[in-house]
Structures are given as structure tokens and as C-alpha cells.
RNA sequence: GCGGGGAUAGCCGAGCGGUAAGGCGACGGCCUGCUAAGCCGUUUCCCUAUGGGAACGGGGGUUCGAUUCCCCCUCCCCGCGCCA
């Protein structure tokens, strides 16, 4: 949620971040205009309301004088209905104005590339040693800007659909038939595969500062729409039937929500999570993309950087989240490239967002692995995080980042690390820990 | 799930129909070679702000007036039951 006395004083500043984001500022307008009315309602409520204390003290110095109070009586209830009826109006108002206020975007970043959709969004690094099919050159280098080393293979990669089911490290009939599309079974040294991609996740994530979280894998409606706009969010969420429960996206979700209601100490900042999770989304909308394999599905797991940080820290933190996952993928040796998202892809959350794209030898396309965002103070507003200033009590930004979503990363790593003759080799880093070169 | 006890400010904690004590911590100031102590102030939210309003886990009710009495709900603690 965007902060109320912005859209009071200096409403320009949303304005002109619709336009940047090519969206219509008519919310901006409603906004303003349910919030005047809300005020001028408070204002004549706030006054009857000191009328009416007033008269109430008046009745208690009566009694207790033992005078007749009865036409002083009289008066308050009759200020009581009156109040009843701004009230009325008053919450009716209010919450009219705060379903407004809530879907009011976050303020684009000033540095973010100004564009409507994803075609705008700009790779600005690129890192590693891509292997590239000689048929995919040219598509290569046009997703590369030619900025990226990479050697020419006459070998093709094969999907990783076809080689994990055909190696009997995935199954994914069987999957279908007892859950549906887009779920998996994973087999054999793929679960050890992952299991050790985990576990060095977090012992990176750990030496790096950050406190370990396994969070709940459910929350509450109230907690999910703290932490994101639920309407929007509503469609990818399964609810548990018959509860108040929702399954999480995200473990972004249920950490932001951590320290809702809460009042910290400046001293404690910064405060970062490494979040463990699985993660169901229904892809409602995704129907025909990445329908086989394990790239798109409706359950993985996931480990997520998530900090809550100084205002005047956001924009450090975020460099250093991505940098994070940077340092983690070079370590993979996975090629990649950074994508600073534009504008008009950002989402109503993200002041600005960057994501890691992998290279993917048998798709020849560089697709999505890591998501940085800097939420600034949009998220903590709505779940009221705030730290004692020498002012105050401020809002903390919220910044969180993918470090690994499992299957995207494990199919990164079958792509990457395939031979010709459909073994895997993994990557020198997990090797002590899996016991195991190749697979 | 059943019975009993709880929930008051950043934390601790009194009040139990007349309008939120006190302590700790934090911040600002005074004092002071410096620190400590001491003293004063601030320390939930909202508004058009020398003022006013709201807030005692949440929601409803009784009352001129509810932290206090009544009802419903949530969460925590103790015991029992059930289960891993």
C-alpha cells in the first residue's frame, strides 16, 4: 500500500509512476477523491464526539453532587444518533477509499527502463560460458546482444522432459494420472540432486548472514493479504476447503508476514531471512506453456532471500540480494544473464525488479530463475513493520529474491550439464556433499 | 476435543462502572572534564493538529459513561483426552 499523505501532498509522484507504468490513473483520481470525503466526515465525527465527552462529564460531576442529570441525558443520547449516522458513512467511506488505496500500484523506480511490457525489459550483465547448439547461434546472439562467451556445439541438448523421464530420474504419467498435469514424481539421484542444491543453499545463505526460516506452508487470509494484494493473487492460491487457510506461493509470503504489528529496533536492522518452502501455485492462465516437464508446475520448492531493511538501505540491499544469487549460479556454473524489468512488467508491488535468466542449451532460451524486487515501504505498510526512529516509528522496506526455485534450477542443471550420452554431470560444488560426480 | 486460567503501551505490570497507576528499556534535554547517577520531557494510531478523536486480544451488547458487567470469536498457559 502506497502511503496516504503522498497521495494528499504530493499526488504528481503517482501520477506520473501510472504513466510510467502505462496504466490509468483513474485509481488515482478515485483515491483523492474518496479520501477528501473521508476526511471531511472524521472532522464533523471527531466534533460531535468532543460534544458529546463533554456532556458526559458534565453528568458525572451531577451524580456526583447528587443534581438531576436527566436533560444533560437527554442531550448525549441525542448526540449519540447523530454520531451513529457520520459513523455509518464514516466506515463506508473508509472502506471504500482503502480498497482503492490498496490497488494503487507501488511508485516505479526512476532508474527502472520505461517501457509497457516485457519486451522493454533490458539485460544489462551477462556471465559464463554458454554452450550453444550450432542451429541456435543466431538466436543466441541476438538474446546475448553478442555480450556473452559461448561455444558452438553440434551436439543438441535434449529437453529435459525427454531425459529425466528416459533415465528414470522423473516421472510424470504417473503424476498426471494421480494429480494432475503440471505435478512430478522426482526419482533416484534427481531427490538427491535437489536435496543436496537445498542443503548448500542454505549453508550459502547462512554464511552470508542470513537467519534460517522453515515457515508455515499455510496462512490465514488476513496474513496472505498482508503480504500481497489477495485479489490479485487470489487465482495461483489453493485453499485448503473449509478453513480460513490458504496454501503459499511463496515463502516470501508467510516471512514478510513474520513481523506484522511489530515495532523493531533500529539497532536490529537489517534483518535477513533465508526462507524453505514449498510452494503450490495453480498457473491459472499458463495453459499451453511449458505444459510438459517440471520447468512449470504447480508444486516446488524454494529458497528465498527476503530482508527487512532502513529506507536508505533498500537500493543497497537489493544490489546485494542479486548479487547473492549471482555468486550462486557462477558458483552452479550455470550461464546467465541479469534482465532489469521495465515498467510495465514490474507488478503492483515491485519498485523495481530484477531477474536472473539462466541459459537453457535444449530450449536455447534464456528463462527466469532468480526474481530480485525492491518493495520499499509498500509491503511493511500493510503489515504494519516499522522500527523506533529518532523521529518516530518508520515503515522498513521490504526487499526478497529467488536464490533457487528447485525444479527450475535442476532442470538449469540437466540442460547445462548434460553429456552425449544423457548422463549428468554435477556441478563441482555439490559433489563432496552428494557423493557424486555424475549421475 | 473437554475442563480451568489468561491477553492492558517496545517489555513488565496495576486498575475490576466515573474516563489508562507504576517500573524497565529507548530517544531528546538539563546537569557534568567524560561516563554513571540524578532531574525534566517524549515514547499506539488518526485528523485541517497550542486542539480534538480513537485505542486495554477481536467483534457485538447493557449504560449518560465499559479496561471493569454480559454474549460470541481468536490466540496463549496449565491439566486431561487423542495422535504422530
Keep these: 500500500m502506497i502511503d496516504v499523505s503522498i497521495l494528499r501532498k504530493n499526488p504528481e509522484v503517482l501520477f506520473e509512476s501510472q504513466k510510467r507504468r502505462f496504466q490509468d490513473d483513474g485509481i488515482i483520481k478515485e483515491a483523492i477523491k474518496l479520501d477528501s470525503e473521508w476526511r471531511e466526515l472524521l472532522r464533523e465525527s471527531n466534533n460531535l464526539k468532543a460534544d458529546k465527552n463533554k456532556l458526559v462529564r458534565e453528568i458525572g460531576e451531577k451524580i456526583r ?17 447523530e454520531i451513529e449516522n457520520f459513523d455509518a458513512r464514516l466506515r463506508e467511506t473508509e472502506t471504500k477509499r482503502d480498497d482503492v488505496l490498496k490497488k494503487i500500484p507501488n511508485i516505479v523506480d526512476s532508474l527502472a527502463p520505461v517501457a509497457k511490457d516485457e519486451t ?5 550483465y551477462f556471465e559464463g560460458l554458454a554452450r550453444v547448439y550450432k ?26 522432459v525427454d531425459l529425466l523421464v528416459k533415465r528414470g530420474l522423473a516421472n510424470l504419467e504417473s503424476a498426471a494420472s494421480v494429480a494432475g498435469s503440471r505435478f512430478y514424481y522426482l526419482l533416484g539421484d534427481l531427490v538427491l540432486l535437489e536435496s543436496t542444491l537445498e542443503h548448500y543453499a542454505l549453508k550459502f545463505l547462512q554464511k552470508k548472514g542470513f537467519t534460517l526460516v522453515e515457515p508455515p506452508f499455510m496462512l490465514n487470509k488476513d496474513a496472505t493479504n498482508g503480504a500481497t494484494d489477495f485479489t490479485a493473487f ?29 515495532i523493531l529496533e533500529e539497532d536490529n536492522l537489517p534483518l535477513l531471512y ?18 510438459k516437464g517440471i520447468f512449470r508446475v504447480h508444486q516446488f520448492n524454494k529458497i528465498e532471500q527476503f530482508a527487512f531493511v532502513k529506507p536508505e538501505d533498500s537500493k543497497n540491499y537489493h544490489e546485494r540480494l542479486l548479487e547473492n544469487a549471482k555468486e550462486f549460479y557462477r558458483a552452479l556454473e550455470i550461464p546467465f544473464r541479469v534482465v532489469d524489468i521495465a515498467t510495465g512488467d514490474l507488478g503492483n508491488v515491485a519498485s523495481r525488479k530484477f531477474d536472473i535468466e539462466a541459459w537453457y542449451p535444449a530450449q536455447g532460451l534464456f528463462r ?17 513493520v516499522r522500527y523506533r526512529g529518532k523521529e518516530g516509528n518508520v515503515y522498513v522496506h521490504t526487499l526478497n529474491s529467488t536464490l533457487i526455485a528447485t525444479t527450475r534450477t535442476l532442470v538449469a542443471i540437466v540442460e547445462n550439464n548434460q553429456k552425449e550420452d544423457g548422463s549428468i554431470v554435477v556441478p563441482k560444488v555439490l559433489r563432496d556433499e552428494m557423493g557424486k560426480e555424475v549421475i
Excluded: W
Design 65 to 81: 453532587k447528587g443534581d438531576s442529570a436527566d436533560s444533560v441525558k437527554a442531550r448525549a443520547t441525542e448526540i449519540d444518533r
Design 120 to 124: 522493454g525489459n533490458a539485460a544489462v
Design 135 to 160: 542451429g541456435d547461434v543466431e538466436s543466441f546472439t541476438q538474446q546475448s546482444g553478442g555480450k556473452m562467451k559461448n561455444e558452438v556445439s553440434d551436439f543438441k541438448a535434449k529437453s529435459h
Design 234 to 262: 487470489e487465482d495461483t492460491l489453493y485453499k485448503i476447503e473449509g478453513e480460513d487457510l490458504y496454501l503459499i506461493a511463496t515463502s516470501e509470503h508467510p516471512i514478510a508476514a513474520f513481523l506484522s504489528n511489530t
Design 274 to 291: 533465508a526462507g524453505i518452502s514449498p510452494c503450490f501455485r495453480k498457473e491459472a492462465g499458463a495453459h499451453g506453456k511449458d505444459t
Design 368 to 384: 527466469e530463475v532468480v526474481s530480485a524486487s525492491n518493495v520499499l515501504d509498500y509491503q511493511a505498510r500493510r503489515l504494519k
